[in-house]
């Protein structure tokens, strides 16, 4: 069985996976509420509904990145990511996603306080398909973690501009949104797209995946 991070079940890799093992997906889309379309209103008010989120989010991260350290110790010696190492860091990995996808305005359901998919069908869910067995120079102490920061240099430089585009984009997305009462189509490829970019960038990061992330939204 594969760990697969908000679903029950694990997903066969050729059914699921094109190119990449690690996959974001979102809810079926719904009426969306106006009210967060409202200009500067509704984003602040999200904002303030969530700030519980990146309250524990900011602890999730320092502690995932004590973890990966004692996470480096397992792989090192046998090859295999703990299954502790995956409830936790791609738990957090999950947990992040959920947030970001409430906050586009991917989902309209107000995302669960817990590292695992709360089951009701209406969050983004990561699914990911398991190694069997791990790249050992990657879990060197510190060696392993600076190689692959210096590998997602680029990666990181992209989503720094993107991060803008984003920003932007979301003061237009919600136009349709409030007038409509319907979420572009275009708003769920590009914000989920750089939804799904990102997770596969913290993935590899954290050493849940050794296959480096593509260039892509898809």
């Known amino acids: 069985m594969n760990p697969v991070y908000g679903q029950s079940a694990a997903v066969p890799y050729l059914n699921e996976f094109a190119l990449y093992p690690v996959d974001v997906q979102f809810p079926t889309a719904e009426r969306a509420n106006r009210f967060w379309a409202i200009p500067i209103v509704g984003y602040l008010a999200k904002l303030i509904i969530l ?3 990146f309250a524990i989010l900011m602890v999730l991260e320092i502690a995932a990145m004590v973890l990966s350290l004692i996470i480096s110790i397992p792989v090192l010696l046998t090859g295999q990511y703990p299954s502790w190492g995956h409830t936790f860091i791609g738990g957090t990995a999950l947990w992040r ?11 309209e359901a107000y995302p ?7 089951g009701n069908g209406r969050e983004a869910v990561i699914l990911f398909q398991a190694q069997p067995s791990y790249n050992r120079l990657f879990a060197f102490p510190f060696v392993g973690g600076a190689i692959r920061m210096l590998l997602l240099i680029p990666h990181v430089v992209i989503m720094y501009v993107l991060g803008y585009i984003v920003a ?15 979420y572009p189509s275009w708003g769920r490829a590009f914000f989920g797209g750089y939804l799904r970019w990102s997770t596969r960038v913290y993935m590899y990061l954290f050493g849940l995946v050794d296959k480096y992330p593509p260039f892509e939204f898809g």
């Open 51 to 53: 700030i519980p989120h």
């Open 97 to 107: 996603m959920r947030v970001g996808a409430y906050m586009f305005g991917l989902t």
């Open 168 to 182: 932007l984009a979301s003061l237009i997305s919600w136009i349709p949104v409030l007038f409509t009462g319907t």
């Open 112 to 118: 669960a306080f817990s590292l695992s998919d709360p």
